[in-house]
Every structure is written in structure tokens, then in C-alpha cells.
């Protein structure tokens, strides 16, 4: 996912997105092709509001040059308006709303996570990565995860790559599923084909029923629209 991002740069090989070569190429211009990447400590500016932040994601949609801003060019300040207005509809469409203007570091970490994924959405990408979005969070926004993610996929027919070890919340989420064990693919298919793997039981999951279950029971979602979603995971 470093890789794909631009955050880590490979030593050979090919990095293609869209028919695009980037390798070599830095995340913004990523970016530009339609890439959208979370980080799992969710970082965010500590300064800004839960709206500014949103609103910064759509600048690149928007583009103004430093001397008409300046000198507060009325299209300008009808740009900012307009961007201002979509963050809004973007943060109350992600349940953000009693959160509007309060500070990015005063969210809980669950709260963090769901800002930064609507701060991705806002910049309407066509593929997103997502880096164990639930890791850390509360029980209870681990199980919104699921459908959120499937709503961002339905309504901008994006292809999202998760990495994530929740198994239920993937369960309920994945259209293909890869599990690694020490960077080793053990097992790839369908949720119910990774989840009935012997491999994937013994290496992955145990025999813990509570470890198994402990998002709750999500049924497999149905294949459709969505690009490919996929769980690395460690020995248990």
C-alpha cells in the first residue's frame, strides 16, 4: 500500500494506476489520477475544524491563484463558498454534523477515523486505500464501518483495498479476500472460501470463538460493484 501510495518508493517493478505509470512519481500526482489513501493514526491538522478539514480535500476540484485571493476576487470568494457548502453536505452525509466546527484533536479516535474517511470521499477518488480503519476504535463504530464503506463504493463507484484484521467486519465488507501470514499470501478467494480455509484457521484465526466473532456476526455481503477489497493478517 506504501508503494501503490507513493509513501515508499520500490526499487524495480511497475505501479500503475489507471494505465498510468507512477513509480516514480510523487502522491500528489497520484493523487490526480484518482488515488486516496488513509493512514492508520488517522492524521489529521490538530488546527483545523472537522469542516476545514473536509473543505481542504476538495481544493484540488477548485483551482485559484495566490493575487486574486489576496485581493479577494469575487470568484474567488464564490469558489470558496461553493467548496465550503459541499464540505458541509460531505460532513453531515458522514454523521459529522454535532462535529462541525470542533477541532480535529478533540475527537475521540473512532470519530478521528470516520473525519479522515470523508476528508478522502471529498476528494472523489477512484480508488481508495484504507489502512485498518478499525483499528482502535469502539466496538460499536467498528460495526458502522462495513456499510459506510459500502455506501462510499455505491454512490462513487470506486474501487476500495482494505487492510484490516477485524474478520467480521470484512466478512460483512469483502468481495475477494487475501490473507497473508509474515508476507506470505496463505489463502485468496471469496470471504466464505478465505473464512473455511484450514490454513487461514489455524495461521490466522484459531480457535478462539471470541477472537473469531468479536465484531458480531455480519453476514457475507453479495458481490457487486466494488473494485477489490483485501485483510492481511499475522499468526495468532
Not at 466478512?171 to 466464505?192: F, H, K, N, Q
Amino acid at each position: 500500500m506504501n508503494a501503490i501510495s507513493g509513501v515508499l518508493r520500490p526499487d524495480s517493478g511497475s505501479v500503475r494506476l489507471f494505465g498510468h505509470e507512477v513509480a516514480g512519481r510523487p502522491p500528489e500526482v497520484r493523487a490526480r489520477y484518482g488515488l486516496a489513501r488513509s493512514f492508520q493514526d488517522a492524521s489529521l491538522f490538530a488546527g483545523l475544524t472537522v469542516t476545514e478539514t473536509v473543505q481542504v480535500a476538495t481544493s484540488h476540484r477548485t483551482k485559484t491563484y495566490l493575487l486574486p485571493a489576496l485581493l479577494g476576487a469575487p470568484w474567488v470568494r464564490s469558489a470558496e463558498r461553493h467548496s465550503r457548502r459541499r464540505a458541509l453536505d460531505i460532513v453531515d452525509a458522514f454523521g459529522l454534523g454535532p462535529w462541525a466546527d470542533a477541532l480535529t484533536s478533540e475527537l475521540s479516535t473512532g470519530m478521528r477515523r470516520i473525519c479522515d474517511l470523508a476528508a478522502q470521499v471529498a476528494s472523489e477518488p477512484r480508488l481508495l486505500l484504507l489502512d485498518e480503519p478499525t483499528a482502535g476504535v469502539a466496538q460499536r463504530e467498528a460495526e458502522a464501518f462495513g456499510p459506510l464503506v459500502r455506501r462510499i463504493r455505491d454512490e462513487l463507484g470506486c474501487s476500495i483495498l482494505v487492510i484490516e484484521h477485524d474478520m467480521p467486519v470484512l466478512m460483512g465488507l469483502c468481495e475477494r479476500i487475501y490473507a497473508m501470514d509474515s508476507g506470505t499470501v496463505i489463502a485468496e478467494g471469496t470471504p466464505a472460501q478465505v473464512r473455511d480455509d484450514p490454513t487461514v484457521i489455524a495461521s490466522y484465526l484459531g480457535t478462539d470463538d471470541t477472537a473469531i466473532t468479536r465484531s458480531g456476526h455480519q453476514s457475507v455481503h453479495n458481490p457487486g460493484r466494488a473494485g477489490t477489497v483485501s485483510t492481511k493478517g499475522g499468526a495468532s
